[in-house]
C-alpha cells in the first residue's frame, strides 16, 4: 500500500473509479500484473520491472508510487510522462475515459498475467555470446561491417557455431528477448528463430523509447547508427505492422524514417507516415547508399544532423 510520507498531494476533487483507471493504464500502455482491495499492482513504465510488479496505483485518487526506483506521483503525471503528452493534453485524455460503462471488462482486460510469446533464457543468450567472443571469424565478419567490440557487448551479439550464423537476439520494449536474428558469415543466407514475432516489437526500442527516434529495416543499421551516437530501432524488414505503428505512437517523441532505397522502402515510408498521428515525422533520402550500413560514421553524422537536429540525442 501506498506510504502517506512519500505521496504527493492531489487535488481534493480528483475521484477516480477503479475502472476508469484501468482504463487510463491502458491507454498509456502501462502494465497492470495484480490488485488489492484499494490498489493496482503495475510494471513500472520507468525502469526495468518485468517480473515482480514494483509500482502500486490508488484506484480512486490516481496517486502512484515506485518502491523499487521512487517514480511517484498522479495519474495524471504518469500520462504525462508515459505518453509525452503536455498537462492540457494529458487532462484530456483523462477526461476521456471518466465515461468507462464496462469497468468489469476493461479491469479484466487490463491485468497483464501472461506473456504473448515465449521469453529466452539468458544462458542462452550468454552461449551464444561467448561463441563469439572466442571466434574470430565471428569477429571479423562483423569488423568488415564496421560493427566493433563496443557493439558486442551493447547488442548481446553471437555465434552459432553449428549454423556459422552470427546472431542478432531481439528485445521486446520490456527487454524480453524473445528471438533472435541471423546471418550466414558466408554468402547471405538468413534465418530467423522460431516463432520470432517481429511484427511485434522494435529491434532497440528497449533502449530507446521516449526519445527521437531514426527508423530503419535493418538490426545493422540501428547498431551503426548507435555506434555514431544515435537512437533508432528496425522494424526488420519493409513491412510494418500496426503494432509497430503502435510502439511508434507510444514510444517515440519525433521519429526520422531512412528507409532503404528501393519501392519496399517507399511504402514503408508511406505506412508510417500514414499510420502515425500527432508526432513530428521526417524522412530521409539516402543518395549513393543502398542503406544506412553503407554509410561511415561521419556520413552518418553529416546527414542526420541535418534533420531536426534539435530533437536527435545520443542512444543509451
Avoid at 520507468?46 to 514494483?54: D, E, G, K, L, S
Avoid at 547508399?289 to 543509451?316: C, I, P, R
Amino acid at each position: 500500500m501506498l506510504s502517506s510520507g512519500k505521496r504527493k498531494q492531489s487535488h481534493p476533487d480528483e475521484y477516480y473509479t477503479s475502472g476508469q483507471i484501468a482504463s487510463i493504464l491502458q491507454s498509456c500502455d502501462v502494465k497492470i500484473g495484480g490488485e488489492i482491495d484499494t490498489h493496482f499492482l503495475l510494471f513500472c513504465p520507468f525502469h526495468y520491472n518485468i517480473h515482480t510488479p514494483a509500482c502500486e496505483i490508488d484506484k480512486n485518487n490516481g496517486m502512484f508510487i515506485c518502491f523499487s526506483c521512487g517514480e511517484s506521483g498522479s495519474i495524471i503525471d504518469m500520462v504525462m510522462k508515459t505518453t509525452s503528452r503536455n498537462y492540457f493534453e494529458a487532462s484530456r485524455l483523462i477526461h476521456s475515459r471518466r465515461d468507462s460503462v464496462d469497468i468489469e471488462r476493461v479491469v479484466e482486460e487490463a491485468i497483464d498475467t501472461s506473456l504473448d510469446h515465449p521469453e529466452f533464457d539468458i544462458e542462452t543468450i550468454e552461449r551464444l555470446h561467448n561463441n563469439l567472443i572466442n571466434s574470430q571469424k565471428a569477429k571479423e565478419y562483423f569488423y568488415s561491417r564496421n560493427i566493433l567490440d563496443e557493439s558486442f557487448i551493447n547488442f548481446k551479439l553471437g555465434y552459432s557455431d553449428k549454423q556459422e550464423m552470427v546472431v542478432v537476439p531481439v528485445f521486446d520494449e520490456f527487454s524480453r528477448c524473445l528471438g533472435f536474428v541471423a546471418r550466414s558469415i558466408e554468402g547471405k543466407s538468413f534465418k530467423n528463430s522460431v516463432g520470432l514475432p517481429k511484427s511485434k516489437v522494435l529491434f532497440n526500442l528497449n533502449k530507446v523509447k521516449r526519445s527521437s527516434i531514426i527508423v530503419v529495416e535493418s538490426s545493422f543499421d540501428v547498431i551503426r547508427l548507435n555506434q555514431a551516437g544515435f537512437s533508432a530501432v528496425a522494424t526488420l524488414g519493409a513491412t510494418v505492422s500496426r503494432t509497430q505503428i503502435h510502439l511508434l505512437q507510444q514510444y517515440a517523441k519525433s521519429i526520422i524514417v531512412c528507409p532503404d532505397a528501393d519501392d519496399a522502402g517507399k511504402k514503408m515510408v508511406d505506412r508510417i507516415v500514414g499510420g502515425v498521428k500527432n508526432k513530428i515525422i521526417e524522412v530521409v533520402s539516402l543518395t549513393g547508399a543502398k542503406d544506412v550500413g553503407d554509410l561511415s560514421d561521419q556520413e552518418m553524422k553529416d546527414l542526420f544532423n541535418k534533420y531536426s537536429g534539435n530533437t536527435l540525442v545520443l542512444a543509451v
